[in-house]
């Protein structure tokens, strides 16, 4: 086995989404980072550190999702597209380990929720065009785009997406 697939095969096993798994907000349904062995997060580029904090944050955000699982009542979305960034620091935890890469994955975290705070109050006619983008990108999607990320390929952008148009999405 080749040191790439090595490598794909310990990242696979981490980057587990299981968003809407059940109905309450917890962040178990996100891959949990800190069972990541530090050699492998302190392998990630500052680009694919970030580019995986730009998709556990849209894995957040779709957590936040009022309609993400069963049963559930009001998100941490409403319709007009509030946060309770709550949710992020409930993250936090994952990233406690000190290393160049969980703090840029952090920074990438806290980077792409600022810029959907800022699509929500400076844009808000493109919102809802993020709402669908973001609500079909399901557990799969996600998978397939943490793994780009952690393998240095190019991942989708969403805001690019709803912006400039012409993005292919990973599919559900």
Known sequence: M???DTLRQQWAKILVFRVGSNADLSTEQLPQLSACPQDLLDDLSPDEATALGYVLSLALLKLSRPDNGPDLQEGMFSVEGRVDAGLFF???PEFWKTSAATAAIWDSVLWNLGSY?????RSPEYLAQFHRLLDSLGNNSLHQMA???VTG???ADLYTAILYGGVTLPCR
């Not at 705070?117 to 109050?121: C, P, Q, S, V």
Request: proline share 6%; glycine share 0%.
């Open 153 to 155: 390929q190019e991942i």
């Open 90 to 92: 409930w993250y936090l």
């Open 147 to 149: 793994m780009q990320a």
């Open 117 to 121: 705070l800022t699509l929500a109050t």
């Open 2 to 4: 080749s040191p790439l």
